[in-house]
């Protein structure tokens, strides 16, 4: 299927790695010229070269978007790169319960998946409403529908994500941008694979399975597998796509089935 995405350009954030490095190759694929964000220079012109290679214009920002200026920079720079999409991908996760999470750590996840999307979409919203057509994009999570007891402080940045994504679509009424979210669920990466790799470092008895097991014990859910990028990037794909005119507002979750189910 043409997406319609040819010539499109897009700042998919921490796109260096992992989920983001697949949406920049998938928007590729669909002829979007990828501006590449991350912190490091050589990740990032990796992905770059792989961009570059599907016959589109593909060019790296970098920057920490915790600093101050940095999100407001890196917008700028997308909006002088001519994107029109902007996906919000970038955000921390880390492992905290409510007995050992301390306030640094929940100002932490919000400063690290709030605060950066909101300055990014800010910065860049009016060269999207001056050209008519535009798509915001944010990356949620399986954790904003049920909470991860071993998460709470990522689970609840991510549900504040899907909350303004939705109270922006509704401000951005009429102007021809959208603003939708997608949820993924568990997600094979190089990050997951080290969570499970530092559990069995610390003696936890559910590290080291395969992937069955994983689903069985970790993320079960209908389809019987754990998710890939690949899923995640399709998606965001059509999401961005004109064919995506009429969606506007809504969170998509891509995640086997697991909330509501486990």
Request: net charge negative; glycine share 12%.
């Amino acid at each position: 299927m043409d997406l319609r995405l040819a010539g499109q350009g897009a700042l998919v954030t921490g796109s260096s790695s992992g989920i983001g490095a697949t949406i920049a190759e998938t928007l590729a694929d669909e002829g979007c010229n990828v501006l590449v964000h991350g912190r490091n220079a050589g990740a990032a012109a990796a992905v770059a070269e792989q961009v570059a290679a599907r016959g589109v214009r593909a060019e790296v920002v970098l920057g920490d978007l915790t600093e101050p200026g940095v999100a407001e920079q890196v917008a700028l720079t997308a909006r002088d790169f001519g994107a029109r999409i902007l996906v919000n991908n970038a955000g921390p996760f880390a492992e905290h319960d409510w007995e050992s999470s301390q306030p640094s750590d929940w100002r932490a996840a919000f400063e690290g998946n709030v605060l950066p999307t909101v300055r990014v979409s800010q910065t860049l919203l009016p060269s999207l409403r001056a050209h008519g057509w535009g798509r915001v994009i944010t990356i949620g999570s399986r954790a904003v529908r049920t909470p991860l007891p071993n998460m709470v402080t990522y689970s609840a940045a991510k549900a504040a994500v899907v909350n303004m994504t939705t109270s922006l679509a509704r401000h951005l009424a009429g102007t021809g941008v959208t603003a939708n979210c997608v949820s993924p669920g568990v997600i094979v990466t190089p990050s997951m694979y080290r969570m499970f790799e530092e559990r069995a470092a610390g003696g936890d008895e559910g590290a080291g399975r395969d992937e069955a097991d994983i689903v069985a014990e970790y993320a079960p859910n209908p389809s019987g597998r754990l998710g890939r990028p690949q899923d995640i990037a399709a998606a965001v794909a059509y999401l961005a796509s004109p064919l995506a005119d009429y969606v506007n507002g809504i969170e998509l979750r891509v995640d086997g089935g697991i909330t509501g189910t486990s």
